[in-house]
């Protein structure tokens, strides 16, 4: 059974970072297409970020050059760095995978950039 525990999130002020962590168990981090994706009140979910097996990574324009997408293979772990927040970056975040032809998430981690 894959599970995906987030956490992370909290309350940081305009220009701040955070880093969120996604715990995998029931799967090979390592060897899976992980993905970080977020929703704000109102708005649909989206692609935040996402990092495959190959360490090919992506992001959404609006993140590019402050997020940071990453694993630990050890820990079975993979990180969302956030650098200079802004208050559109808030929004519950979430951990994603597919695999054996279903997708996982996690239950999600609250973000708020507020002064």
């Known amino acids: 059974q894959v599970q995906l525990v987030e956490s992370g999130g909290g309350l940081v002020q305009p220009g701040g970072s955070l880093r969120l962590s996604c715990a995998a168990s029931?799967?090979?981090?390592?060897?899976?297409?992980m993905g970080w994706y977020r929703q704000a009140p109102g708005k649909q979910r989206e692609l935040v970020s996402l990092?495959?097996?190959?360490?090919?990574?992506t992001y959404v324009d609006s993140v590019k050059g402050r997020f940071t997408i990453s694993r630990d293979g050890v820990k079975n772990t993979v990180y969302l760095q956030m650098n200079s927040l802004k208050p559109e970056d808030t929004a519950v975040y979430y951990c994603?995978?597919?695999?054996?032809?279903?997708?996982?998430w996690g239950q999600g981690t609250q973000v708020i950039v507020s002064s």
């Open positions: 994603n995978t597919f695999e054996g032809g279903q997708t996982y």
């Open positions: 029931g799967i090979i981090l390592s060897s899976s297409t």
């Open positions: 990092i495959t097996s190959s360490d090919y990574t």
